[in-house]
């Protein structure tokens, strides 16, 4: 063999080498440059967030919160599961009701009594339903999902000052 057959035989070994070695290398983006495995999951020390949430984040309040928009007819007889508001011209509103014929009934209440219009309507992956109400004041996202048992929860987050 020659020294430019060998050179080329070696020349043609490296590469290949090279190439099979370059097929075992991690993907892009999986190893962190101290070589740590960025694909594997590492649960955060201490758990998910640093504080617990106050007694008082999970306590329910069944009155409607003082500035609450007349604009949004609550229908009679409606049973709240919470109500409040967030920051300035903007409230939540849960509804419960007695099974998903009652929830409909509640629901179209709403829409009638608020003179809403409904758009952006889907069924929701646990058969409920959520849309986007509107009327000359309010926009509101509207959503039902289940409940404890057979109750349906109606939920609305409402904004003032749209219209």
């Given at each position: ?65 003082e500035g609450f928009p007349a ?93």
């Amino acid at each position: 063999m020659t020294t430019i057959t060998r050179a080329a035989t070696g020349a043609l070994t490296l590469a290949l080498a090279a190439g099979l070695l370059a097929g075992c290398a991690p993907e892009p983006g999986t190893v962190a440059p101290d070589g740590r495995d960025l694909t594997e999951k590492v649960e955060p020390e201490g758990g998910s967030w640093p504080e617990a949430n106050p007694d008082e984040a999970y306590e329910k309040s069944q009155e409607l919160p003082e500035g609450f928009p007349a604009a949004f007819v609550v229908p009679e007889g409606a049973t709240v599961d919470d109500a409040g508001s967030r920051d300035g011209g903007t409230w939540y509103l849960v509804l419960r009701a007695d099974g998903s014929e009652a929830a409909d009934a509640l629901w179209d209440a709403v829409v009638t009594g608020s003179a809403f219009t409904v758009s952006d309507e889907v069924e929701t992956g646990d058969g409920g339903r959520a849309a986007t109400l509107t009327s000359a004041e309010l926009a509101v996202s509207a959503v039902t999902m289940p409940g404890e048992g057979d109750a349906v929860l109606l939920s609305y987050d409402i904004t003032q000052g749209v219209g």
